[in-house]
């Protein structure tokens, strides 16, 4: 990795180096932070009045659903087996949910929001589901129409619209908590499991328990809970987040796109695909049902439904992957700018190198250096989703530019906040300054000469960064290489 290698376009001269011949800061450690002091944290946003209100309306709206659907399913399936269907449907969530977790490691999404997106998956999508539902089948049979066309023909549509709802809320007013598909997945993922879990309620609870203690007893009940907890979880418990991971993709595009038809057919894109596979799963056991093949509910499973499973598992692990090596596409020109060293934007690279920066930075700074490491990888990886929705173009209008600048300064104080634990800290290194082209290191002799950045950095170099010059901006624009021409890397893209 060589920042100071030729590149093109003219980038080495518009970036921001360090004037030649100018005398360099003496090579000394910062100073420590004080024992046992609270590490830096990331700037927090201000609770006003009106953000207050809405979170606490959201929050009553919830509550509100959630006692909804307690009343409602303790009255049709009875206390006893109420609290069978929750202990047997909560089993999985664990599982589920820390899967979709571990596809967000990079940049991992606020607590709050996750929250927000499974309690509405849970409570308040079941709720209108369940309502709909039922009325669509009262009017079924008054028609004179089979009841099982409502899993068919309002079912998919009614639960996978309300499923996306909330995540598509969050993408009309906090746009900038979904910086791509992953993050879309993630909160779609966790509506979809909230969803499956309250549904599971229903039928592990109710044609499980309740249905075979009525018929036969107790034993009865325990064996179909024990057979429906195989069939639907073990087997099928992929099928909500699956269904719901379509509008998720589409989410997660229109949050990176600069164009508005892009924003808004994507999702719709992806809800129109989501409430057709939902469509499908449930018409194979209707079909299998009337037909009595159940070679339709076998074809239908192997030939479409697990290589869709596949194939989005796929996806997802490929894109899990994206967010480190966007890192290694935008954070070079913070590198020639002089507030990121080489090492460090390769450290951010991989899950394994990150890892090892955290190891490294425990071992020189202890668990106060563990904690900043992790905060600088946020800080960094949100610093290079910022600088690439920039570039792209997603913030059309002032407000929204200056917003990105000042969230670009803040993250990069943070940065800065973050290093001071653990740079300099190591006393199997010399003490080096980085310039934003070559390290100078002093040796315990007393001697000082140029080093030039290795081509393969796995880990931080502990240096001290000189001071980036003043920004310069021209008329009428932000920060350098915001909004104008993306300048390239200062190394040629995917050499590590």
Same mark, same amino acid.
């Given at each position: 990795?060589?920042?100071?290698?030729?590149?093109?376009?003219?980038?080495?001269?518009?970036?921001?180096?360090?004037?030649?011949?100018?005398?360099?800061?003496?090579?000394?450690?910062?100073?420590?932070?004080?024992?046992?002091?609270?590490?830096?944290?990331?700037?927090?946003?201000?609770?006003?009045?009106?953000?207050?209100?809405?979170?606490?309306?959201?929050?009553?709206?919830?509550?509100?659903?959630?006692?909804?659907?307690?009343?409602?399913?303790?009255?049709?399936?009875?206390?006893?087996?109420?609290?069978?269907?929750?202990?047997?449907?909560?089993?999985?969530?664990? @599982? *589920? $949910?820390?899967? +979709?977790?571990?596809?967000?490691?990079?940049?991992?999404? /606020?607590?709050?929001? #996750? &929250? %927000?997106?499974?309690?509405?998956?849970?409570?308040?999508?079941?709720?209108?589901?369940?309502?709909?539902?039922?009325?669509?089948?009262?009017?079924?049979?008054?028609?004179?129409?089979?009841?099982?066309?409502?899993? @068919? *023909? $309002?079912?998919? +549509?009614?639960?996978?619209?309300?499923?996306?709802?909330? /995540?598509?809320?969050? #993408? &009309? %007013?906090?746009?900038?908590?979904?910086?791509?598909?992953?993050?879309?997945?993630?909160?779609?993922?966790?509506?979809?499991?909230?969803?499956?879990?309250?549904?599971?309620?229903?039928?592990?609870?109710?044609?499980?328990?309740?249905?075979?203690?009525?018929?036969?007893?107790?034993?009865?009940?325990?064996?179909?809970?024990?057979?429906?907890?195989?069939?639907?979880?073990?087997?099928?418990?992929?099928?909500?987040?699956?269904?719901?991971?379509?509008?998720?993709?589409?989410?997660?595009?229109?949050?990176?796109?600069?164009?508005?038809?892009?924003?808004?057919?994507?999702?719709?894109?992806?809800?129109?695909?989501?409430?057709?596979?939902?469509?499908?799963?449930?018409?194979?056991?209707?079909?299998?049902?009337?037909?009595?093949?159940?070679?339709?509910?076998?074809?239908?499973?192997?030939?479409?439904?697990?290589?869709?499973?596949?194939?989005?598992?796929?996806?997802?692990?490929?894109?899990?992957?994206?967010?480190?090596?966007?890192?290694?596409?935008?954070?070079?020109?913070?590198?020639?700018?002089?507030?990121?060293?080489?090492?460090?934007?390769?450290?951010?690279?991989?899950?394994?190198?990150?890892?090892?920066?955290?190891?490294?930075?425990?071992?020189?700074?202890?668990?106060?250096?563990?904690?900043?490491?992790?905060?600088?990888?946020?800080?960094?990886?949100?610093?290079?989703?910022?600088?690439?929705?920039?570039?792209?173009?997603?913030?059309?209008?002032?407000?929204?530019?200056?917003?990105?600048?000042?969230?670009?300064?803040?993250?990069?104080?943070?940065?800065?906040?973050?290093?001071?634990?653990?740079?300099?800290?190591?006393?199997?290194?010399?003490?080096?300054?980085?310039?934003?082209?070559?390290?100078?290191?002093?040796?315990?002799?007393?001697?000082?000469?140029?080093?030039?950045?290795?081509?393969?950095?796995?880990?931080?170099?502990?240096?001290?960064?000189?001071?980036?010059?003043?920004?310069?901006?021209?008329?009428?624009?932000?920060?350098?290489?915001?909004?104008?021409?993306?300048?390239?890397?200062?190394?040629?893209?995917?050499?590590?």
């Amino acid at each position: 990795m060589r920042p100071d290698r030729p590149a093109r376009d003219g980038y080495a001269d518009r970036m921001a180096d360090t004037p030649p011949g100018a005398p360099l800061p003496s090579p000394t450690a910062p100073a420590v932070p004080p024992p046992g002091g609270a590490g830096p944290r990331m700037p927090l946003r201000r609770l006003g009045w009106r953000r207050a209100l809405v979170l606490a309306g959201t929050v009553l709206f919830i509550a509100g659903c959630a006692l909804f659907m307690v009343f409602t399913l303790g009255e049709n399936l009875g206390v006893e087996a109420l609290l069978i269907g929750v202990v047997a449907a909560i089993l999985p969530v664990p @599982v *589920l $949910v820390g899967c +979709f977790l571990w596809l967000d490691r990079y940049e991992p999404e /606020p607590l709050k929001y #996750l &929250i %927000f997106c499974f309690a509405w998956g849970a409570f308040v999508s079941t709720a209108a589901s369940l309502t709909v539902n039922e009325f669509s089948a009262g009017l079924f049979e008054d028609w004179g129409l089979p009841t099982a066309l409502t899993a @068919v *023909l $309002v079912a998919p +549509f009614i639960e996978e619209l309300t499923k996306a709802l909330g /995540p598509i809320l969050l #993408l &009309i %007013f906090r746009r900038r908590e979904i910086s791509g598909i992953t993050d879309a997945l993630v909160y779609c993922g966790l509506s979809a499991v909230g969803f499956a879990m309250v549904e599971n309620i229903l039928y592990l609870g109710g044609y499980g328990y309740a249905s075979g203690v009525e018929r036969y007893g107790p034993a009865t009940g325990t064996q179909q809970v024990i057979a429906i907890f195989i069939v639907r979880i073990l087997l099928f418990g992929f099928a909500h987040p699956l269904f719901t991971s379509m509008t998720g993709v589409g989410l997660g595009i229109a949050a990176r796109a600069a164009d508005r038809w892009v924003r808004v057919l994507a999702p719709l894109a992806g809800l129109l695909l989501a409430m057709m596979l939902h469509g499908l799963w449930n018409l194979l056991p209707t079909l299998t049902q009337a037909t009595g093949q159940t070679l339709i509910m076998l074809y239908g499973f192997i030939g479409v439904m697990v290589p869709v499973f596949f194939g989005m598992v796929g996806l997802a692990v490929w894109l899990r992957a994206w967010e480190g090596r966007l890192t290694e596409r935008t954070l070079p020109d913070y590198v020639r700018a002089g507030w990121l060293t080489p090492p460090e934007v390769a450290a951010l690279s991989s899950l394994g190198r990150r890892h090892a920066a955290r190891v490294w930075a425990k071992r020189v700074a202890g668990d106060g250096g563990l904690k900043a490491m992790r905060g600088y990888q946020f800080a960094a990886t949100r610093l290079a989703l910022l600088r690439d929705g920039a570039l792209r173009g997603l913030d059309r209008r002032p407000a929204d530019r200056e917003r990105t600048a000042r969230e670009e300064r803040d993250l990069l104080e943070a940065i800065g906040a973050y290093r001071s634990f653990f740079v300099g800290r190591d006393p199997q290194v010399p003490v080096g300054i980085w310039d934003g082209q070559r390290y100078h290191l002093r040796f315990p002799d007393g001697t000082q000469r140029s080093v030039e950045a290795p081509d393969e950095p796995v880990v931080p170099i502990p240096v001290v960064l000189v001071p980036p010059p003043p920004p310069v901006y021209p008329a009428g624009f932000g920060p350098p290489g915001w909004y104008g021409q993306q300048p390239p890397a200062p190394w040629p893209p995917g050499h590590h």
